[in-house]
């Protein structure tokens, strides 16, 4: 786990990132001086051991923030064992769509022998290779396997319901599964951004969740980055740690392309070829995979100049 207060033109913003097995030790981090009322407050509402129930109206909505997970322990056997309801609702995001994924390409250059080219050989002529001292190259596209960085938004503002948290991680899942399937490797981060109702001061919590020739594991991937449970307990804990009083509400989640270019500068975010916004309806999640698909095969094609090349 790496935390840094990264400073940037009219502010600065602090980058906390992890590795997904470090997402249960955000639990461990004490807030600063500034914030052990709101967290005893927070303890307080999840029932964790040393701490009471809260009374600020939480256990009213305990459902909509949390689902059907009543506390801080019961969250953490979730990330530990899974939630198999969660992958299986994310992966059938794909059904349908392997058809319209292209293969990754790439133009290689290919060396022929013959008796015409572009550099002649003498050493070949000695050999008595006539019909074959002349050297040439040619561009073939070959089937190739890129590593795509994916970056996929991390949560919402208070307004938003369990369910809701629940589109945007589904709709990695199932683009890491489907490009995956059509023969790229994929690397996935799930990053929250919270500007703190300001323009110099913010936060980021990046999880790196999947390495490149990592088997996806969607039970064990949607009990980090699609359990609303996951977010409203580890990422609040994390900020109470941060630098900075944390205001009422704590603070607002915004879009994560606002904030990501800060840890990218600082060199703490690989820069992405795919980012997925904010999803909080099965829609949405559906148009950033097609959205994120048909910028692939933009890309593809952009990058391969098909004059003169031979396909094999």
């Not at 589904?170 to 799930?190: D, F, K, M, N, P």
């Not at 944390?246 to 904030?259: Q, T």
């Not at 698909?293 to 100049?305: F, G, R, S, T, V």
Request: proline letters at 4%.
């Amino acid at each position: 786990m790496q935390m840094e207060k990264v400073q940037r033109h009219g502010g600065s913003t602090w980058v906390c990132t992890m590795d997904v097995h470090e997402v249960p030790d955000l639990a461990k981090l004490q807030p600063n001086k500034y914030n052990t009322d709101k967290y005893a407050l927070l303890m307080g509402r999840y029932g964790a051991e040393g701490h009471q129930d809260g009374n600020d109206g939480f256990l009213d909505k305990r459902a909509f923030y949390l689902g059907d997970l009543p506390n801080l322990e019961a969250v953490r056997e979730r990330f530990d064992t899974g939630w198999k309801e969660g992958g299986e609702r994310a992966t059938k995001l794909a059904d349908g769509l392997i058809d319209i994924v292209s293969q990754p390409k790439s133009i290689r250059r290919r060396i022929r022998w013959g008796d015409d080219g572009d550099e002649f050989d003498r050493e070949r002529l000695i050999d008595g290779h006539l019909d074959s001292a002349w050297r040439s190259t040619h561009r073939q596209l070959a089937v190739a396997t890129p590593i795509i960085n994916i970056v996929t938004a991390w949560g919402g503002n208070s307004n938003r319901s369990h369910n809701e948290l629940f589109w945007s991680g589904a709709a990695a899942i199932a683009l890491v599964r489907l490009l995956e399937t059509a023969g790229y490797q994929t690397t996935l981060t799930s990053v929250c951004t919270n500007d703190l109702h300001s323009s110099d001061k913010g936060l980021i919590v990046a999880c790196r969740v999947k390495q490149a020739g990592e088997y996806l594991r969607p039970d064990a991937v949607a009990s980090t980055i699609c359990l609303g449970a996951t977010y409203r307990t580890y990422l609040f804990l994390a900020w109470l740690a941060g630098p900075w009083k944390m205001p009422s509400g704590l603070g607002h989640h915004c879009e994560v392309d606002r904030l990501l270019p800060h840890a990218i500068d600082a060199g703490m975010i690989q820069a992405p070829q795919i980012v997925i916004p904010n999803c909080f309806d099965e829609m949405s999640a559906k148009n950033a995979v097609n959205n994120a698909l048909a910028e692939l095969q933009a890309a593809n094609l952009a990058a391969i100049d098909m004059r003169g090349v031979t396909t094999t």
